[in-house]
């Protein structure tokens, strides 16, 4: 059914289970799958950088250009530039073309980076690098939202990044064989930057065929091609599930075209969820990224060599892509905004237990329960965030309220290395407790639901 009177949005969410709209969800996941490389790669290499003399892993001063957290620090200032002011880009241009674009700029920017010498052009490069992958996320994400009928939504975004995270062990295995060593008179740490580099160049040509976002097509006005890409879909899962299907249902006043404002993030209901997202991202980003990009520094101030430090973060990341595989279970059964809720709370309890491992046993198992619990939050906030928004604004609105994720993180990694300095590790997982246990009210006491409803509905 292709009626003028019926929209492209409810077209695309009568859509039924097909490993076709899985196949969409799997390519654009592998092009997320070198910005996960890179932003694991951090913690991974940092032990090959401080055995280079190029960082030390705490500063002189709070924002001490030499230290490890000035490298941590120019990656979010970069996603938070790219968010902040780049993701507008992915509603003029189109979810295609953004992608395709920022996978290059990050590749070039990023084999750039491999080949400095010093802390500062490190960081300059990195810095630059960084807008690239910030634009790409957001991109994924919304285009991922756009594509997946609603039922599954929650779901998609779990086997998103159920592949996505594959790229954390790899990349953790890359490093513990190569970071130690010299290759061809390069440190190791450089030859695992430029792996990433060039993978993305290999990624950047799953975009053949990749079609674009029939809904932002119809946002644009553009009909035909919207409508084109949407008969293709329909013909392609009738003749792959043999049945007709379903009617379409619209949400009452449905509409395609309206020209889309930032201002609108501050009007209506997206006024409260706008300043709700803003306090999620900047606290939750403490949790996330201060286990993930800090544990093999964590683990070397504890007395553990290099060598076995990164044994143990190998290990624990093993368990990165389990998490969402895991979720794909149960992520559309129960309310998005309490999975994240409740992830929150996993990750403060499994974390200060974390923090009074001594023991190889203790610190890869609670290691793992930290991942796990990490993961849970990731998949289940990236598909909510980008539902709170209509399609007309979902990129750029989505692009602000995580931008302030990057931006929280500029801080956090100098903060911890203060923590870590002055208080241990015991004091570093306070300070994560702390931010997850706001997460957790200001989640659940402010969130809306989502699961299972129209895009449109919820938007409205």
């Known amino acids: 059914m ?3 009177s019926t929209t492209i949005a409810a077209r695309l969410d009568r859509l039924p289970k097909s490993r076709y709209v899985r196949n969409l969800v799997i390519r654009l996941s592998l092009g997320g799958c070198s910005e996960f490389y890179d932003l694991f790669f951090t913690g991974y290499i940092a032990l090959g950088l ?5 960082f030390t892993p705490t500063t002189k001063a709070l924002f001490g250009m030499t230290g490890f957290a000035s490298f941590v620090a120019a990656l979010f200032a970069g996603l938070f530039l790219g968010t902040i002011l780049f993701s507008h880009l992915s509603d003029r241009f189109g979810r295609k073309s953004i992608f395709t674009f920022s996978l290059l700029w990050y590749s070039v920017c990023t084999l750039i980076m491999a080949f400095q010498t010093t802390a500062m052009s490190i960081d300059i490069w990195r810095f630059i690098a960084s807008i690239g992958i910030g634009v790409e996320l957001v991109n994924i994400d919304t285009f991922i939202s756009e594509l997946v009928p609603q039922q599954d939504r929650g779901r998609a975004f779990a086997f998103n990044q159920f592949i996505m995270f594959l790229t ?3 990349v953790a295995l890359i490093a513990t064989l190569l970071v130690p060593t010299t290759i061809l008179g390069y440190d190791g740490w450089r030859w695992v930057v430029g792996i990433g580099a060039l993978g993305a160049v290999f990624i950047w040509a799953i975009r053949i065929n990749l079609p674009e976002s029939p809904r932002w097509l119809a946002q644009r006005g553009r009909h035909a091609e ?4 949407m008969q293709m879909m329909e013909e392609r899962v009738k ?3 043999g049945r007709d299907l379903p009617e379409p249902r619209l949400v009452t006043d449905e509409a395609e075209v309206i020209k889309g404002s930032w201002m609108e993030i501050w009007q209506g209901p997206y006024l409260r969820r706008t300043i709700m997202m803003i306090a999620y991202n900047l606290l939750q980003t403490i949790g996330y990224y201060g286990f993930a990009t800090w544990v093999p520094t964590l683990l070397l101030h504890e007395g553990i060599t290099v060598t076995k430090s990164l044994e143990y973060t190998f290990i624990i990341a093993i368990a990165n892509p389990i998490g ?4 794909m279970a149960f992520a ?4 998005r905004k309490w999975q994240i809720a409740w992830s929150a709370i996993a990750i403060a309890v499994f974390g200060i237990l974390f923090s009074h491992q001594s023991q190889a046993l203790g610190i890869i198992v609670l290691g793992i329960l930290v991942t796990l619990a990490n993961n849970w939050m990731s998949f289940s906030f990236h598909a909510y965030q980008a539902e709170l928004y209509p399609t007309r604004i979902r990129a750029q609105a989505v692009g602000f309220v995580y931008s302030w994720s990057r931006f929280s993180s500029i801080f956090t990694g100098f903060i911890i290395a203060a923590l870590l300095a002055s208080y241990g590790v015991s004091g570093v997982f306070v ?3 702390a931010a997850m246990i706001l997460v957790f009210v200001i989640i659940g006491f402010w969130g809306p639901k989502t699961s299972g409803q129209r895009l449109e509905a919820i938007a409205r």
């Open 324 to 327: 969402p595989l895991l979720g």
């Open 168 to 170: 954390v062990p790899v």
């Open 50 to 54: 401080f055995k280079g003399h190029i």
């Open 2 to 4: 292709s009626g003028a």
């Open 226 to 229: 919207a409508d084109a890409i």
């Open 431 to 433: 300070f994560i407790a």
């Open 332 to 335: 559309d059964r129960f309310e």
């Open 239 to 241: 003749a792959e599930t």
